[in-house]
Each structure stands twice: as structure tokens, then as C-alpha cells.
């Protein structure tokens, strides 16, 4: 075999590698917003993985309407979530956070979150709290790791 055909092939199939694992195993997003700030940053790029279902605790990268998000999960199916006169956020009676009221939301709390689907949270208020649990076929997947965006 001529040596310019063995370099090609080799090419190819770590092309047809990397394509792969980018297409079915990992996944990568740019952060639109400051919906995590100060962890994640406009412009920060997020490498995820492709989990079956997200756990509690876990910063994810979502898609609803046609635009990607990233949030926290706080909680999954089964899970309880209500939010005080005082505006404390609780998960299975569980104090987690302050959050604000969002105008326009129509949820009512208490929430059961029905199986196959996370409660995520946001500072930027586009979240769970506005338009309800997200499914679990909406969650592009969990984030590893981010690579800041620097103005240099």
C-alpha cells in the first residue's frame, strides 16, 4: 500500500472518531448568557456529556424553544418543590436557596416533578420557575468542564 494512502485512511478514521463522539457521547455549547454567573460567563465554552438522566447538582446544558440554556438542576422526578411566602426555595421540605418571584410564571407550588423530567434553576429567571420542569429529552447533557472565554 502506498504511503500517502496509509496517512488518508488514518486521517479518516480519526475523523470518523472524533465525529462520533461529538455527535452521540459529548457535546460542546457556547454560554449565551450569564445564567450562571459567576461560575459560567457569556461566551464560556461548555464541553458536556450525554448521560441518560441528570442527577440533582448537576449544571446542564438544555434546549426549549429552539435556544440553548445552561442551569442547575436542583430537582428530579419524584421530587417535591415549593417555595415559601419568603421566597426560600425548597426541595422535598429541604431549604435550598432565595430565589425572586418571576412575573408572568403560572406554576403552582407545591410541584411534583413528574418522572423523566429536572427542575433547573438559573440567575438569569428564564428557568424552571417561568415555564415549568424540563424534559429529560430536552437536556443536551451534563457539563464537564468549560473553557473561559478571555478578552485578550
Same mark, same amino acid.
Given at each position: 500500500?502506498?504511503?500517502?494512502?496509509?496517512?488518508?485512511?488514518?486521517?479518516?478514521?480519526?475523523?470518523?472518531?472524533?465525529?462520533?463522539?461529538?455527535?452521540? $457521547?459529548?457535546?460542546?455549547? $457556547? #454560554?449565551?448568557? #450569564?445564567?450562571? #454567573?459567576? #461560575?459560567?460567563?457569556?461566551?464560556?465554552?461548555?464541553?458536556?456529556?450525554?448521560p441518560n438522566e441528570p442527577a440533582g447538582g448537576d449544571v446542564v446544558v438544555y434546549t426549549l424553544g429552539g435556544k440553548t440554556a445552561e442551569g442547575?438542576?436542583?430537582?428530579?422526578?419524584?421530587? $417535591? $418543590?415549593s417555595v415559601t411566602s419568603t421566597g426560600t426555595l425548597l426541595v422535598n421540605d429541604a431549604e435550598v436557596m432565595s430565589v425572586t418571584k418571576i412575573e408572568g410564571s403560572t406554576l403552582k407550588y407545591p410541584l411534583t416533578i413528574p418522572d423523566g423530567s429536572v427542575f433547573v434553576i438559573n440567575s438569569e429567571n428564564a428557568d424552571s420557575r417561568l415555564f415549568g420542569p424540563v424534559s429529560s429529552k430536552d437536556v443536551d447533557g451534563v457539563v464537564v468542564t468549560l473553557a473561559r472565554h478571555r478578552k485578550i
Open positions: 500500500m502506498k504511503p500517502w494512502l496509509k496517512v488518508l485512511i488514518r486521517y479518516l478514521c480519526t475523523a470518523a472518531v472524533f465525529v462520533l463522539l461529538f455527535t452521540f $457521547v459529548f457535546g460542546f455549547a $457556547v #454560554a449565551e448568557d #450569564a445564567g450562571l #454567573a459567576p #461560575a459560567v460567563n457569556t461566551g464560556d465554552l461548555l464541553f458536556y456529556f450525554r442547575r438542576v436542583l430537582a428530579v422526578g419524584g421530587d $417535591v $418543590v
